[in-house]
């Protein structure tokens, strides 16, 4: 099994930066792996931010959504099995609750149930 167990959220300004931090423990992934952030907002479904894939021990791609697009950047460490989320220029629309998932295969999937292994989640929240 995998865990993930996020960090880095917290209560910001519009306007604002956070960074948050997923780090995957447990069994270690296939040559190939997947990590995602999602987010869900009050009243809301959750939905895709970002993903990162690896393969090889290299970063091979990422995938944004739209309003993450410009504003967030995902990254990681493959030694480390951990993935941030740097997010800028942060709005109230941003509030929700961030989820790290991660799949074995390199492949990005922007639906949930593609990903086995999930975070306990943070809170960010934006004040206008």
């Known amino acids: 099994q995998v865990q993930l167990a996020e960090s880095g959220g917290g209560l910001v300004q519009a306007g604002g930066s956070l960074r948050l931090s997923c780090a995957a423990s447990g069994r270690t992934f296939t040559d190939a792996y997947t990590m995602a952030w999602f987010r869900q907002a009050p009243g809301k479904e959750r939905e895709f931010v970002a993903s990162?894939?690896?393969?090889?021990?290299?970063?091979?791609?990422?995938v944004y959504s739209d309003p993450a697009k410009g504003r967030f950047a995902i990254s990681g460490d493959n030694a480390k099995k951990t993935v941030y989320l740097q997010m800028d220029s942060l709005k109230p629309e941003d509030t929700a609750v961030y989820y790290c998932?991660?799949?074995?295969?390199?492949?990005?999937?922007?639906?949930?149930?593609?990903?086995?292994?999930w975070g306990q989640g943070t809170q960010v929240t934006v004040s206008s």
């Open positions: 990162i894939v690896w393969r090889g021990g290299s970063r091979y791609s990422a």
């Open positions: 998932a991660a799949r074995d295969g390199g492949i990005t999937f922007r639906q949930e149930f593609s990903y086995a292994y």
